[in-house]
T-cell receptor, first 111, second 111 residues
Framework: DGGITQSPKYLFRKEGQNVTLSCEQN?????MYWYRQDPGQGLRLIYY???????QKGDIAEGYSVSREKKESFPLTVTSAQKNPTAFYLC??????????FGPGTRLLVL | DQQVKQNSPSLSVQEGRISILNCDYT??????FLWYKKYPAEGPTFLIS?????DKNEDGRFTVFLNKSAKHLSLHIVPSQPGDSAVYFC??????????FGTGTRLQVFP
Protein backbone atom coordinates (compact mmCIF):
# COMPACT_ATOMS: atom_id res chain seq x y z
CA ASP A 1 0.00 0.00 0.00
CA GLY A 2 1.49 3.33 -1.03
CA GLY A 3 0.96 6.32 1.15
CA ILE A 4 2.03 8.55 3.98
CA THR A 5 1.88 7.43 7.58
CA GLN A 6 2.15 9.51 10.71
CA SER A 7 2.56 8.26 14.21
CA PRO A 8 1.38 8.43 16.85
CA LYS A 9 -2.19 9.58 16.25
CA TYR A 10 -2.22 11.32 19.65
CA LEU A 11 0.80 12.52 21.58
CA PHE A 12 1.03 14.05 25.01
CA ARG A 13 3.86 16.34 26.02
CA LYS A 14 4.89 17.40 29.49
CA GLU A 15 6.25 20.86 30.18
CA GLY A 16 9.89 21.15 29.15
CA GLN A 17 9.86 17.92 27.18
CA ASN A 18 10.91 17.41 23.58
CA VAL A 19 8.70 15.10 21.52
CA THR A 20 9.18 13.69 18.04
CA LEU A 21 6.45 13.10 15.49
CA SER A 22 7.06 10.49 12.84
CA CYS A 23 6.29 10.83 9.13
CA GLU A 24 7.05 8.10 6.62
CA GLN A 25 6.17 7.83 2.93
CA ASN A 26 6.69 5.07 0.41
CA UNK A 27 5.62 7.11 -2.60
CA UNK A 28 9.20 7.84 -3.66
CA UNK A 29 8.47 11.56 -3.31
CA UNK A 30 11.43 13.91 -3.11
CA UNK A 31 9.69 16.67 -1.20
CA MET A 32 8.21 16.44 2.29
CA TYR A 33 6.49 19.05 4.42
CA TRP A 34 5.27 19.66 7.96
CA TYR A 35 2.24 21.81 8.66
CA ARG A 36 0.44 22.84 11.77
CA GLN A 37 -3.31 23.41 11.94
CA ASP A 38 -4.96 25.46 14.68
CA PRO A 39 -8.72 26.00 15.05
CA GLY A 40 -10.01 28.64 12.65
CA GLN A 41 -6.70 28.87 10.85
CA GLY A 42 -5.38 27.41 7.67
CA LEU A 43 -2.39 25.14 7.42
CA ARG A 44 0.84 26.87 8.33
CA LEU A 45 4.15 25.53 7.04
CA ILE A 46 6.71 24.62 9.69
CA TYR A 47 9.54 23.03 7.69
CA TYR A 48 10.00 21.48 4.31
CA UNK A 49 12.58 19.37 2.57
CA UNK A 50 13.04 19.06 -1.16
CA UNK A 51 15.87 16.55 -1.06
CA UNK A 52 17.60 14.23 1.38
CA UNK A 53 19.94 15.93 3.87
CA UNK A 54 18.48 19.34 3.12
CA UNK A 55 15.56 21.21 4.65
CA GLN A 56 14.25 24.75 4.87
CA LYS A 57 12.34 26.74 7.47
CA GLY A 58 8.74 27.50 6.75
CA ASP A 59 6.67 30.32 8.19
CA ILE A 60 6.60 29.13 11.81
CA ALA A 61 9.81 27.13 12.35
CA GLU A 62 10.66 28.51 15.80
CA GLY A 63 10.57 25.84 18.47
CA TYR A 64 10.72 22.98 15.96
CA SER A 65 13.48 20.94 14.38
CA VAL A 66 13.59 18.34 11.60
CA SER A 67 15.94 15.92 9.93
CA ARG A 68 15.91 14.26 6.51
CA GLU A 69 18.42 11.44 6.63
CA LYS A 70 16.34 9.18 4.41
CA LYS A 71 14.10 9.99 1.47
CA GLU A 72 11.12 8.25 3.01
CA SER A 73 11.34 9.77 6.49
CA PHE A 74 10.94 13.33 7.78
CA PRO A 75 10.55 13.40 11.60
CA LEU A 76 9.54 16.60 13.37
CA THR A 77 10.72 17.39 16.88
CA VAL A 78 8.68 19.80 18.95
CA THR A 79 11.16 21.27 21.41
CA SER A 80 10.59 22.78 24.82
CA ALA A 81 11.14 26.17 23.17
CA GLN A 82 7.78 25.86 21.43
CA LYS A 83 5.51 27.60 23.93
CA ASN A 84 2.19 26.74 22.32
CA PRO A 85 2.60 23.25 20.90
CA THR A 86 -1.00 22.08 21.17
CA ALA A 87 -2.18 21.64 17.57
CA PHE A 88 -2.89 19.15 14.83
CA TYR A 89 0.29 18.35 12.90
CA LEU A 90 0.15 17.28 9.29
CA CYS A 91 2.89 15.82 7.14
CA UNK A 92 2.74 15.89 3.35
CA UNK A 93 4.86 14.76 0.45
CA UNK A 94 5.00 15.41 -3.26
CA UNK A 95 6.94 15.08 -6.43
CA UNK A 96 8.46 18.52 -6.87
CA UNK A 97 6.01 20.90 -8.45
CA UNK A 98 3.10 18.52 -8.17
CA UNK A 99 0.18 17.93 -5.84
CA UNK A 100 0.96 17.40 -2.17
CA UNK A 101 -0.54 14.38 -0.45
CA PHE A 102 -1.15 14.40 3.26
CA GLY A 103 -0.82 11.92 6.07
CA PRO A 104 -3.58 11.34 8.65
CA GLY A 105 -2.14 13.79 11.18
CA THR A 106 -0.95 13.74 14.79
CA ARG A 107 -2.71 15.64 17.54
CA LEU A 108 -0.30 16.96 20.14
CA LEU A 109 -1.60 17.86 23.58
CA VAL A 110 0.22 19.36 26.52
CA LEU A 111 -0.23 17.85 29.97
CA ASP B 1 -0.23 39.49 4.08
CA GLN B 2 -2.48 36.60 3.22
CA GLN B 3 -2.03 35.67 -0.41
CA VAL B 4 -4.90 33.17 -0.49
CA LYS B 5 -8.12 34.12 1.23
CA GLN B 6 -11.32 32.30 1.99
CA ASN B 7 -13.57 34.95 3.44
CA SER B 8 -16.45 32.69 4.37
CA PRO B 9 -15.56 30.57 7.40
CA SER B 10 -18.71 28.49 7.05
CA LEU B 11 -21.47 27.58 4.62
CA SER B 12 -24.66 25.63 5.16
CA VAL B 13 -26.47 24.04 2.21
CA GLN B 14 -29.41 21.71 1.85
CA GLU B 15 -28.81 18.27 0.42
CA GLY B 16 -29.30 18.21 -3.35
CA ARG B 17 -28.60 21.91 -3.78
CA ILE B 18 -25.44 23.53 -5.09
CA SER B 19 -22.57 24.45 -2.77
CA ILE B 20 -20.33 27.29 -3.88
CA LEU B 21 -17.09 27.85 -2.02
CA ASN B 22 -15.07 30.92 -2.85
CA CYS B 23 -11.40 31.76 -2.78
CA ASP B 24 -9.53 34.97 -3.62
CA TYR B 25 -5.83 35.44 -4.18
CA THR B 26 -3.53 38.41 -4.45
CA UNK B 27 -0.47 37.01 -6.21
CA UNK B 28 -0.93 37.21 -9.98
CA UNK B 29 2.07 34.89 -10.42
CA UNK B 30 0.13 31.90 -9.12
CA UNK B 31 -0.39 29.55 -12.06
CA UNK B 32 -1.98 26.55 -10.42
CA PHE B 33 -4.68 26.17 -7.80
CA LEU B 34 -5.85 23.24 -5.73
CA TRP B 35 -8.80 22.41 -3.52
CA TYR B 36 -8.44 20.06 -0.57
CA LYS B 37 -11.17 18.56 1.56
CA LYS B 38 -10.59 17.84 5.23
CA TYR B 39 -12.60 15.87 7.74
CA PRO B 40 -11.98 16.45 11.48
CA ALA B 41 -8.87 14.74 12.85
CA GLU B 42 -7.80 13.58 9.39
CA GLY B 43 -5.32 14.84 6.83
CA PRO B 44 -6.58 16.89 3.88
CA THR B 45 -7.32 14.96 0.71
CA PHE B 46 -6.76 16.42 -2.72
CA LEU B 47 -10.02 17.14 -4.49
CA ILE B 48 -9.51 19.02 -7.73
CA SER B 49 -7.10 21.46 -9.32
CA UNK B 50 -6.99 24.01 -12.11
CA UNK B 51 -4.21 25.50 -14.17
CA UNK B 52 -4.21 29.22 -14.85
CA UNK B 53 -4.47 28.54 -18.57
CA UNK B 54 -7.98 27.20 -18.01
CA ASP B 55 -11.09 28.82 -16.62
CA LYS B 56 -12.93 25.65 -15.69
CA ASN B 57 -12.17 22.11 -14.61
CA GLU B 58 -14.82 19.53 -13.91
CA ASP B 59 -14.64 16.19 -12.13
CA GLY B 60 -17.96 14.55 -11.45
CA ARG B 61 -19.96 16.64 -9.01
CA PHE B 62 -17.05 19.03 -8.50
CA THR B 63 -16.24 21.97 -10.77
CA VAL B 64 -13.66 24.64 -10.18
CA PHE B 65 -13.93 27.99 -11.95
CA LEU B 66 -11.08 30.44 -12.28
CA ASN B 67 -11.48 34.15 -13.01
CA LYS B 68 -7.95 35.46 -13.41
CA SER B 69 -8.91 39.08 -13.95
CA ALA B 70 -10.74 39.06 -10.62
CA LYS B 71 -8.14 36.80 -8.97
CA HIS B 72 -10.98 34.61 -7.83
CA LEU B 73 -11.74 30.92 -7.95
CA SER B 74 -14.72 28.96 -6.80
CA LEU B 75 -15.56 25.34 -6.15
CA HIS B 76 -19.04 24.19 -7.10
CA ILE B 77 -20.46 20.97 -5.69
CA VAL B 78 -23.69 19.80 -7.23
CA PRO B 79 -25.70 18.06 -6.03
CA SER B 80 -24.43 18.47 -2.47
CA GLN B 81 -24.47 15.38 -0.28
CA PRO B 82 -24.20 14.99 3.51
CA GLY B 83 -20.83 13.28 3.03
CA ASP B 84 -19.53 16.52 1.53
CA SER B 85 -19.69 18.12 4.97
CA ALA B 86 -16.07 19.00 5.70
CA VAL B 87 -13.63 21.89 5.69
CA TYR B 88 -12.47 22.91 2.22
CA PHE B 89 -9.13 24.61 1.66
CA CYS B 90 -7.98 26.32 -1.49
CA UNK B 91 -4.25 26.51 -2.08
CA UNK B 92 -1.71 27.70 -4.60
CA UNK B 93 1.99 26.87 -4.94
CA UNK B 94 4.39 29.79 -4.76
CA UNK B 95 7.54 30.19 -6.83
CA UNK B 96 9.39 27.65 -4.65
CA UNK B 97 6.51 25.13 -4.85
CA UNK B 98 5.45 25.74 -1.27
CA UNK B 99 1.68 25.59 -0.96
CA UNK B 100 -0.05 28.70 0.31
CA PHE B 101 -3.33 27.73 1.95
CA GLY B 102 -6.47 29.70 2.63
CA THR B 103 -8.01 29.53 6.10
CA GLY B 104 -10.71 27.11 4.99
CA THR B 105 -14.49 27.09 4.71
CA ARG B 106 -16.54 24.66 6.75
CA LEU B 107 -19.35 23.22 4.61
CA GLN B 108 -22.34 21.63 6.28
CA VAL B 109 -24.84 19.81 4.10
CA PHE B 110 -28.11 19.15 5.89
CA PRO B 111 -30.96 16.84 4.85
Amino acid sequence: DGGITQSPKYLFRKEGQNVTLSCEQNLNHDAMYWYRQDPGQGLRLIYYSQIVNDFQKGDIAEGYSVSREKKESFPLTVTSAQKNPTAFYLCASSIMGETQYFGPGTRLLVL
Amino acid sequence: DQQVKQNSPSLSVQEGRISILNCDYTNSMFDYFLWYKKYPAEGPTFLISISSIKDKNEDGRFTVFLNKSAKHLSLHIVPSQPGDSAVYFCAAPDSTDKLIFGTGTRLQVFP
